[in-house]
Structures are given as structure tokens and as C-alpha cells.
């Protein structure tokens, strides 16, 4: 495994994002080095990214609110072929779902950096916001800081990590 950190991502050549009228201000936001999250006025439910509608309630009551850029990682993934070539320069990589605290999900890019050697992202893990430099664009990656001691038990347990087998049921 690969451990590198932001700057390995400045030089890329990816295909741009395509903001839409509702994302400008979130992508605004994320290039002065800000993460915002989109919250709606009418319910409180904050949403992973920008829409017309509040995903709970359906209101258009909804505003960017700044977020502190600490979150829980909810699962990964190991890339190794990426489905745009230029992304292969920096494989192997890890993707994935992060939690943000005020309860929007992301899907980023992890950096892992950080991990001791051999150690890759776990279920549970802090993760912390890095806004990248990736070619013209500035883009929310996590940092994996490690297991976030103290975390409240969300739905009545803790994170645990499982495998594929760990779902069989046995014969």
C-alpha cells in the first residue's frame, strides 16, 4: 500500500465536477478552504450534497451552514483501477463514506497518510477534512486520523467492521 499525502494530487489532469446552480456556493465555500454543509431550515436534516429539496421533508427551505470537517468512516474501498485513467497515477487509493457530525454523508477520497505502516482505513475511523488542490479544482478529501475514542454509540451499537464470510450465514 501506497501512504501519500495531499500534495501528490496538485499535478493531476481529472475530469472537472460540474457545478449547478444549487453546488456554487458549496463548491465556492470548499475553494477558500471552508466545508460547507446544505441544512434544511424546516427539519434541520443536513444532506451530502447540494439540492433543490430537502431529502427528509421535501422543503426548499434549505442553506449552507459551515461544518466542522470532523467525521466517522462508514465503509471504504481499496482502488486500484480507476475508472478515470488519470486517477491511475495515484493507485492504489482508498474511497469512501464518511459521516460528517452533523449528519450529512460524503463520499471522498481517504488519505492515509497518517496510519502507521500496514494499517488501512477502519469502520469507526476519525477522519478530518482536507480540502485538496486535484489539477484546477479544490476537492474535499479525509484525512484517516484513527479510531475516535469516546465516539456516542450510534443506534444502539459501535461500529464494527465485517467481511463478505462475516454475512454468510453458516451451513
Known sequence: MSLRGERAYA???VAPPTPTAESRP??????????????CGACGTAQGYPRTRCVRCWSAELSFVEATGRAELVTHSEVH???QASWGAVTP????L???EEGATLL???LTDVLPEGRRPRVGDRCDVVPVQVGEWVLPFFRVAGVRPGLPVRDGHDAVESTVTDLVPPE
Open 26 to 39: 458549496w463548491w465556492d465555500a470548499l475553494r477558500a478552504g471552508r466545508l460547507t454543509v446544505q441544512t
Open 81 to 83: 483501477r480507476p475508472g
Open 93 to 96: 487509493y482508498y474511497v469512501g
Open 98 to 100: 464518511v459521516r460528517l
Open 11 to 13: 499535478d493531476l489532469s
Open 108 to 110: 471522498t477520497h481517504l
